[in-house]
């Protein structure tokens, strides 16, 4: 059944082709007016297409039209009062879950905003929110998509955020420890110097009698050589 539906697309959209094909040659009409009809009929669409939501009612919801606030004013709203009351005391990705079969997403989403106008359902947790938007100065949320110890990015599958806003967390951290918001963690390594020492002389002993067995090869081959 399946295969049948793709071959009558195929035909339909060949002899669309042929068609358009014979009405060039016979000239009819010629490419250009094919062209501005074409636009037209763009345009067209562009009218008819629904405006985007602009109402705060809306947030998060696909035709949502995204404007992220100033980064004074997302600093001021992880300290406010409603964001207890949306997200708690929990991370921002804690109670977020996308519209897919299984506990993770197989794929990551590109991204949810097109042209400014979110495009998709159950947008990531930071496309979502008008005042959510990552900055190496906004350390607070930067450590809530970063591992504790080490501070690198989460997996995104965990944390729910489309390959953007994964680019741009990834980005804002390297900024954030190379400007001194974030601390940079190395791993410790003590050297045992008595460890070290000793194998380099056990080390230059064997060098030594390897030359020396070498050495006496050496003559005794150029003694038998003489004789």
Known sequence: MLSRRIFSAIGSFSSSIL???????NGV????ELCLSCHLLDAEKEKKARPPLTDREFEG????LVVKAPLEKCIEYLKSESYKAVYGDDPVWKNYRRNVV?????????TCIRKGIISTGSACPICRDD??????RHTELLK???APETLQAMNPKITGLCE???KNLQIELMKAKDRGTLEKY???RVYNMKYYKGAAKQQSLLLQQEQAELDKNTSDVYVQSKT
């Not at 919801?61 to 949502?64: A, H, N, Q, R, S």
């Not at 299984?102 to 590109?110: E, H, K, Q």
């Open 19 to 25: 068609s358009t094909r014979t009405v060039l040659l």
């Open 29 to 32: 009409i010629s490419r250009a």
């Open 61 to 64: 919801k696909p035709g949502y």
């Open 102 to 110: 299984g506990t993770y997403a197989i794929r990551l989403r590109t």
């Open 131 to 136: 005042y959510l938007k990552f900055d190496y």
């Open 144 to 146: 809530q998509f970063a």
């Open 164 to 166: 953007k806003q994964y």
């Open 186 to 188: 190395y791993v410790p």
